[in-house]
């Protein structure tokens, strides 16, 4: 995944069988973002893999007021990133489950 | 370690922890 400054990891173990998995963001280096984070601490959330959408949560990390809006694309591509790479393993590994 | 909780008026919740020094990149 392309280095946008803002890291996005698992927080919890994926066996592939939840449609909702936790992750975790943080921002790496913060003089990729336009707007100044809030704190550098570690977010965790939980996403749904088959409802929702890394622009729905990027969105409410900034309602949140965790980013500032000019880095609203950042923050969902840097999620969209993790997203792919989860689902990608998951068709690879449980393609059963799926 | 200090956690703190941000529920988004959607309902989604928030929970901030520090990155662990090792993960933080050297700026």
Sequence with gaps: AEDT?????????DHGRKSSIALRLWVEDPKKLKGKPKDNGAIEFTFDLEK???DDVAQEMIESGFFHESDVKIVAKSIRDRVALIQWRRERI????? | NS?????HSAGRRFI???VPESRLRES
Excluded: C, D, K, M
Excluded at chain 1, 94 to 98: F, G, R
Excluded at chain 2, 3 to 7: A, G, P
């Design chain 2, 3 to 7: 956690l703190t909780q941000v529920v």
């Design chain 1, 5 to 13: 400054g803002v890291r996005v990891e698992l927080a919890e173990e």
């Design chain 2, 16 to 18: 901030v922890s520090p």
């Design chain 1, 52 to 54: 929702e959408t890394p």
């Design chain 1, 94 to 98: 449980w393609p059963i489950v799926q």
